[in-house]
T-cell receptor, first 113, second 116 residues
Framework: DQQVKQNSPSLSVQEGRISILNCDYT??????FLWYKKYPAEGPTFLIS?????DKNEDGRFTVFLNKSAKHLSLHIVPSQPGDSAVYFC????????????FGKGTSLLVTP | NAGVMQNPRHLVRRRGQEARLRCSPMKGHSHVYWYRQLPEEGLKFMVYLQKENIIDESGMPKERFSAEFPKEGPSILRIQQVVRGDSAAYFCASSPWDSANTGELFFGEGSRLTVL
């Protein structure tokens, strides 16, 4: 029962361009959404989050957009850098159980020079 | 500034054996979480522990799996009588109190269990 879906297993982008990673969810009870980044042989690291009361959150080169009516969120990275090459996981949680994250399967981003 | 430490990094067991995975949280973190990542899947929440207490084990299989976080020492995830379907990467995460409900967890590098 995959409640968080990342339908693109991989994405390749040129350095300097925008990377857009997409995520869809099915559970309308989710109220907190996060993106994690994972390098090979490492654990996921928190990148950015957004509460369901907002539709946009920005942190430097990273912006997350939330469209509640479409149950869709996206992560924009601009400009993309080769060091951004990693697997990006979308995750969501419900109120009072923020630790019980529901993760997507991940999108592998490759930023080429 | 040691991060979340997990060991062993790799563990091979034969069917029917026991697997024990250990996790030391980041310094100052009192909340520990275990997640499992099956092949080709996203991470799935298993259990949330504080010192000497299991807070939420709703994601833990009902049989063969147990977890503890004793007063002294690391958290332990124990899998008895392992089966091939237990082969996965097991990630431990920790958080300080103020992150416990925001999902901003600090993950270890994971322990990869292979059951032959």
């Amino acid at each position: 029962d995959q409640q968080v879906k990342q339908n693109s297993p991989s994405l390749s982008v040129q350095e300097g361009r925008i990377s857009i990673l997409n995520c869809d969810y099915t559970n309308s009870m989710f109220d907190y959404f996060l993106w994690y980044k994972k390098y090979p042989a490492e654990g996921p690291t928190f990148l950015i989050s957004i509460s369901s009361i907002k539709d946009k959150n920005e942190d430097g080169r990273f912006t997350v957009f939330l469209n509640k009516s479409a149950k869709h969120l996206s992560l924009h990275i601009v400009p993309s850098q080769p060091g951004d090459s990693a697997v990006y996981f979308c995750a969501a949680s419900v109120a009072d159980s923020g630790y019980a994250l529901n993760f997507g399967k991940g999108t592998s981003l490759l930023v080429t020079p | 500034n040691a991060g979340v430490m997990q060991n062993p990094r790799h563990l091979v067991r034969r069917r029917g054996q026991e697997a024990r995975l250990r996790c030391s949280p980041m310094k100052g973190h009192s909340h520990v979480y275990w997640y499992r990542q099956l092949p080709e899947e996203g991470l799935k929440f298993m259990v949330y522990l504080q010192k000497e207490n299991i807070i939420d084990e709703s994601g833990m299989p009902k049989e063969r799996f147990s977890a503890e976080f004793p007063k002294e020492g690391p958290s332990i995830l124990r899998i008895q009588q392992v089966v091939r379907g237990d082969s996965a990467a097991y990630f431990c995460a920790s958080s300080p109190w103020d992150s416990a409900n925001t999902g901003e967890l600090f993950f270890g590098e994971g322990s990869r269990l292979t059951v032959l």
